[in-house]
């Protein structure tokens, strides 16, 4: 083994990256808020609140959005400083793809469904 080799095999190779890692108390507070975040809409929709099905929908889409956020803060720490960036910019290009995917099959499927459906039984005794 070289010189090189030999010195740098005993080397400890901690590097601080910006990354922060969490303590007892951050991982507390993000179980907590975790909790709240999912029994608040359980709550929402097993007393029927709210009482419109889609407004329902969109506030627990809320939460969920925010509950993704914590679990990124709290339990991947993850940050904008993090790995020079490049997890924020990995996370952004994911979001935008999720994005891209769920519109693009949400309209696929709605333009399916219209163009798709059989003619109405109204529409079927009109004709001669």
Same mark, same amino acid.
């Given at each position: 083994?070289?010189?090189?080799?030999?010195?740098?095999?005993? =080397?400890? +190779? =901690?590097? =601080?990256?910006?990354?922060? +890692?969490?303590?007892?108390?951050?991982?507390?507070?993000?179980?907590?808020?975790?909790?709240?975040?999912?029994?608040?809409?359980?709550?929402?929709?097993? @007393?029927? *609140?709210?009482?419109?099905?889609?407004? @329902? &929908?969109? *506030?627990?889409?809320?939460?969920?959005?925010?509950?993704?956020?914590? +679990?990124?803060?709290?339990?991947? +720490?993850?940050? &904008?400083?993090?790995?020079?960036?490049?997890?924020?910019?990995?996370?952004?290009? @994911?979001?935008?793809?999720? *994005?891209? @995917?769920? &519109?693009?099959?949400?309209?696929?499927?709605?333009?399916?469904?219209?163009?798709?459906?059989?003619?109405?039984?109204?529409?079927?005794?009109?004709?001669?």
């Amino acid at each position: 083994m070289s010189e090189h080799h030999a010195t740098h095999a005993h =080397d400890h +190779h =901690d590097h =601080d990256d910006g990354a922060t +890692h969490g303590s007892l108390s951050d991982y507390v507070k993000g179980f907590a808020l975790s909790v709240v975040l999912t029994a608040i809409p359980f709550w929402l929709v097993m @007393t029927n *609140v709210i009482g419109k099905p889609n407004l @329902t &929908a969109l *506030v627990i889409l809320g939460f969920a959005a925010v509950q993704i956020v914590v +679990h990124m803060i709290y339990f991947l +720490h993850m940050n &904008a400083r993090s790995e020079g960036g490049w997890n924020m910019l990995a996370l952004i290009f @994911t979001l935008v793809l999720v *994005v891209i @995917t769920l &519109a693009g099959s949400l309209w696929v499927m709605y333009h399916m469904n219209a163009n798709m459906m059989p003619p109405s039984m109204h529409e079927m005794r009109n004709q001669p």
